[in-house]
T-cell receptor, first 114, second 116 residues
Framework: GESVGLHLPTLSVQEGDNSIINCAYSNSASDYFIWYKQESGKGPQFIIDIRSNMDKRQGQRVTVLLNKTVKHLSLQIAATQPGDSAVYFCAENMRSGGSYIPTFGRGTSLIVHP | DAGVIQSPRHEVTEMGQEVTLRCKPISGHNSLFWYRQTMMRGLELLIYFNNNVPIDDSGMPEDRFSAKMPNASFSTLKIQPSEPRDSAVYFC??????????????FGEGSRLTVL
């Protein structure tokens, strides 16, 4: 069976390459999604978000793609840099009592080799 | 702004002892969340408050866990008695009402708890 939690999925890339990190979410009622970056010893930090009425959103060096049909998100990082090395989480959000309540995925560890 | 401030950053205690973790949210934020992070379970929502009122504590694992928010600038998460399986990093996060429609959380740097 799956060794849940013992190891994070890991993506290793060379500096300058493009990175693609994938995330499957579970609830079709989720209508807002956020990617967070967590560096070692720190709390998660917001990178980019997307609403369910969009399928693509671009930021600085990052692009998020949303496929609602298969409940899949991806985060693309262009020209990956050593400073991008971190664990990346997607968070799906559902409205509850007027607030968005985030549920986090397991995370993917990105390792950038210089 | 100093961001979300958590204390202590690290705590090592013995099984059976009481542990109190503290959080100061960003000024003006009126939603506060407590998360626990472990390798096995990832980031789990324990409880969240809106305007100092606990809204959902269904993630609190057991009666040994309790959280309070006596005012808009302070919250505590208490574990009594602590057990080795409580060892984890505990994060506090806050959010402004004006951002309720976006859901972006601002996290503290976490409190790493080790229960021996």
């Amino acid at each position: 069976g799956e060794s849940v939690g013992l190891h994070l999925p890991t993506l290793s890339v060379q500096e300058g390459d493009n990175s693609i990190i994938n995330c499957a979410y579970s609830n079709s009622a989720s209508d807002y999604f956020i990617w967070y970056k967590q560096e070692s010893g720190k709390g998660p930090q917001f990178i980019i978000d997307i609403r369910s009425n969009m399928d693509k959103r671009q930021g600085q060096r990052v692009t998020v793609l949303l496929n609602k049909t298969v409940k899949h998100l991806s985060l693309q990082i262009a020209a990956t840099q050593p400073g991008d090395s971190a664990v990346y989480f997607c968070a799906e959000n559902m409205r509850s009592g007027g607030s968005y309540i985030p549920t986090f995925g397991r995370g993917t560890s990105l390792i950038v080799h210089p | 702004d100093a961001g979300v401030i958590q204390s202590p950053r690290h705590e090592v205690t013995e099984m059976g002892q009481e542990v109190t973790l503290r959080c100061k949210p960003i000024s003006g934020h009126n939603s506060l969340f407590w998360y626990r992070q472990t390798m096995m379970r990832g980031l789990e929502l324990l409880i969240y408050f809106n305007n100092n009122v606990p809204i959902d504590d269904s993630g609190m694992p057991e009666d040994r866990f309790s959280a309070k928010m006596p005012n808009a600038s302070f919250s505590t998460l208490k574990i009594q008695p602590s057990e080795p399986r409580d060892s984890a990093v505990y994060f506090c996060a806050s959010r402004a009402m004006g951002l309720a429609n976006t859901g972006e959380l601002f996290f503290g740097e976490g409190s790493r708890l080790t229960v021996l």
